[in-house]
Nanobody, 124 residues
Framework: QVQLVESGGGLVQAGGSLRLSCTTS????????MGWFRQAPGAEREFIAA?????????DYSDSVKGRFTISRDNAKNTVYLQMNSLKPEDAAVYYC????????????????WGKGTLVTVSS
């Protein structure tokens, strides 16, 4: 069973940056498409970004983060990253890592594996 562990969340001022990481011990990590989702209080879980496998050449972003966030992967480290720049108060949420062998499943949020989340707080 694939286990995903997020890190890098915390408190940041508006306009600042954070880099989230999602790491797994799964030896076949490079076969999985990966994604990031977020959920704010009272809201549904929202798609943020996805990256294809194994090279990471294909990426997709939600309109709300396009141009500010960047998803990438390092297969040698079994890690996917979410670089978040120009953070806004509305970016505050719990951020979840997701994995599935189908890229379309990651886009749709219908994945086989979820992380437990990491909290991002943005102050004004």
């Amino acid at each position: 069973q694939v286990q995903l562990v997020e890190s890098g969340g915390g408190l940041v001022q508006a306009g600042g940056s954070l880099r989230l990481s999602c790491t797994t011990s799964e030896l076949t990590f490079l076969t999985y498409a990966m994604g990031w989702f977020r959920q704010a209080p009272g809201a549904e879980r929202e798609f943020i970004a996805a990256v294809s496998s194994p090279s990471g050449r294909n990426t997709d972003y939600s309109d709300s983060v396009k141009g500010r966030f960047t998803i990438s992967r390092d297969n040698a480290k079994n890690t996917v990253y979410l670089q978040m720049n120009s953070l806004k108060p509305e970016d505050a949420a719990v951020y979840y890592c997701a994995a599935d062998q189908r890229y379309s499943a990651v886009i749709a949020g219908r994945v086989d594996y979820w992380g437990k989340g990491t909290l991002v707080t943005v102050s004004s």
